[in-house]
């Protein structure tokens, strides 16, 4: 819901990107150099595959179009399939969370690709999340096929890796409902007493400007805030502190990146609660929310106008990157 990047202007969607000025939150001391070499980030050598734009493409097209539990049932099942089908092609075991809701019974996707051996496999799991619903009356390109894309991505790249710990890959439904699917997900984790490293959840990544302007700011953020739509977004609350930093640390040298811890849950940020890392939170987890800003950058949000033609590929493409930086530091064994 809230996380969406904006392309102010006409830039096309393979415009290419630049990067501005990174911008701190106060206490989160994990700003290094962003120019450094990438390698001395995270040991990519043979994981770092360049990124797939016609994959990213493929994706996108198939999975934008309205996708409402009322308005367009089988639109919805249709992206639970080809999230299930894929999670399954990139070697994930897969299995869904069914629960009640609406009158109905509706599934999380839940894709894992486990570590070769002990103890490995019985660390705590790294969660990457997206939620694949829409609002009616909008096709939802950014909101939130651009972040399912990203997220299919990472599951292709992963089985390759030795992993330190499981990921769990979890596509979830009914979000815009008032986050019914992760909300029945980290209540089984809470019932279950089940710990986990953090979850990253993906919420609009897909809409970049770089007009002076493009960029508008919650009330009551604490932090300055670039004018200029092109960076990410990266958001925990105080309990997720130490993820934040390792996530925005990460990500830092693919894209801009604007890193912002909210005291307590953001009760007093109430933009900065608008998608599934909520549900994390309020059940103890760690969680971060990586997000374009939605509406405050994105004039397509929750519309008819959140189409594919809007996204910017480039910008998609270096959120993939930084994201694989990520689930490298913190879920991959270093190599030998």
Not at 4 to 18: D, F, I, K, L, Q
Not at 80 to 108: I, W
Not at 237 to 258: C, D, F, W, Y
């Amino acid at each position: 819901m809230p996380g969406c990047a904006s392309r102010g202007g006409r830039e096309g969607p393979y415009h290419r990107r630049t990067h501005s000025t990174r911008c701190s939150a106060r206490n989160l001391h994990t700003q290094g150099d962003r120019h450094r070499d990438r390698g001395l980030i995270v040991p990519l050598t043979e994981t770092h595959v360049p990124i797939d734009h016609n994959l990213l493409k493929e994706d996108l097209r198939h999975l934008v179009g309205e996708r409402h539990p009322l308005s367009s049932p089988i639109r919805l099942q249709d992206a639970e399939a080809y999230l299930h089908r894929h999670f399954s092609e990139a070697g994930l075991t897969v299995t869904t969370q069914p629960f009640h809701a609406l009158g109905g019974t509706y599934h999380n996707v839940i894709g894992t690709a486990l570590p070769d051996t002990e103890p490995f496999q019985s660390a705590p799991p790294l969660i990457l999340a997206a939620h694949f619903d829409t609002v009616q009356g909008s096709p939802g390109a950014d909101d939130n096929a651009s972040a399912l894309a990203v997220m299919l991505h990472i599951a292709r790249r992963v089985r390759a890796m030795k992993l330190a710990r499981p990921i769990h890959f979890i596509a979830f439904n009914l979000e815009e409902e008032n986050l019914l699917g992760s909300s029945a997900y980290t209540a089984m984790l809470r019932k279950n007493r089940e710990t986990i490293h953090g979850a990253i959840v993906l919420e609009c990544v897909g809409y970049a400007s770089h007009l002076a302007g493009s960029q508008k700011t919650p009330p009551g953020v604490p932090i300055a805030v670039p004018t200029t739509g092109n960076f990410l977004a990266v958001i925990g609350n105080e309990r997720s502190h130490i993820l934040t930093g390792s996530v925005a640390k990460a990500m830092q040298s693919h894209l801009p990146i604007v890193p912002l811890i909210v005291p307590g849950n953001g009760e007093k940020l109430p933009d900065t609660r608008r998608s599934d890392h909520t549900s994390f939170w309020e059940q103890g987890f760690p969680a971060v929310m990586l997000t374009d800003t939605a509406n405050f950058r994105n004039p397509h949000y929750h519309r008819p106008t959140d189409t594919l033609d809007t996204l910017n590929l480039d910008f998609i493409a270096s959120v993939a990157e930084g994201l694989m930086a990520a689930v490298i530091e913190l879920a991959i064994r270093p190599s030998a």
